[in-house]
T-cell receptor, first 116, second 113 residues
């Protein structure tokens, strides 16, 4: 398997523009997570899905952020409108439920987002 | 909710020396403690994990210890090599709480040849 695939790797946009980040999880994994990484706040969970259904979106910072998972092999994270403070690295990760609890996350390479 | 503190934030060692990174957690219900390694330009990768029914786990040069009473766990890397240079994250989660893996802020490890 190629692992978790994210696109684009880098995105530079202007404030107010719409940004769409894409993720293809590992085949067979039934959990998908979106994380944001910044120097100040570290790795923050934004939202996660189980079997394509959003389970917890309490980490989504504002209504400007939305995420979808139309099928088991694709998810998007959209920011509309984008702001400079959204600049960060966004990671997608997938996992499969382990019997004893907890999950082994497999991360993609991330999307470096810069909002000017 | 769970809070994970990680120390130190940066660590520099000579090649061949040992490195130790420590984490504390707040939620006594936490029972799963993974460690991730993040190399420059890449996503974090799981390197080792431990569950609350185990006190220590080893995998070649890497070991993790857990003290449930004190609510802390540590990563030990022996005979460090330059390729061990990376940012290391600890994390904690509790049984039945898929999706609530809480990460520490990370430790940047530099191994000098």
């Amino acid at each position: 398997d190629a692992g978790v695939i994210q696109s684009p790797r880098h995105e530079v946009t202007e404030m107010g523009q719409e940004v769409t980040l894409r993720c293809k999880p590992i085949s067979g994994h039934d959990y998908l997570f979106w994380y944001r990484q910044t120097m100040m706040r570290g790795l923050e969970l934004l939202i996660y899905f189980n079997n394509n259904v959003p389970i917890d979106d309490s980490g989504m910072p504002e209504d400007r952020f939305s995420a979808k998972m139309p099928n088991a092999s694709f998810s998007t994270l959209k920011i509309q409108p984008s702001e400079p403070r959204d600049s960060a690295v966004y990671f997608c990760a997938s996992s499969i439920l382990m019997g004893q609890g907890g999950e082994k996350l497999f991360f993609g390479s991330g999307t470096q987002l810069s909002v000017l | 909710g769970e809070n994970v503190e990680q120390h130190p934030s940066t660590l520099s060692v000579q090649e061949g020396d040992s490195a130790v990174i420590k984490c504390t957690y707040s939620d006594s219900a936490s029972n799963y403690f993974p460690w991730y390694k993040q190399e420059l330009g890449k996503g974090p990768q799981l390197i080792i994990d431990i569950r609350s029914n185990v006190g220590e786990k080893k995998d070649q040069r890497i070991a993790v210890t857990l003290n449930k009473t004190a609510k802390h766990f540590s990563l030990h890397i022996t005979e460090t090599q330059p390729e061990d240079s990376a940012v290391y994250f600890c994390a904690a989660s509790s049984r039945g709480s898929q999706g609530n893996l809480i990460f520490g802020k990370g430790t940047k490890l530099s191994v000098k040849p």
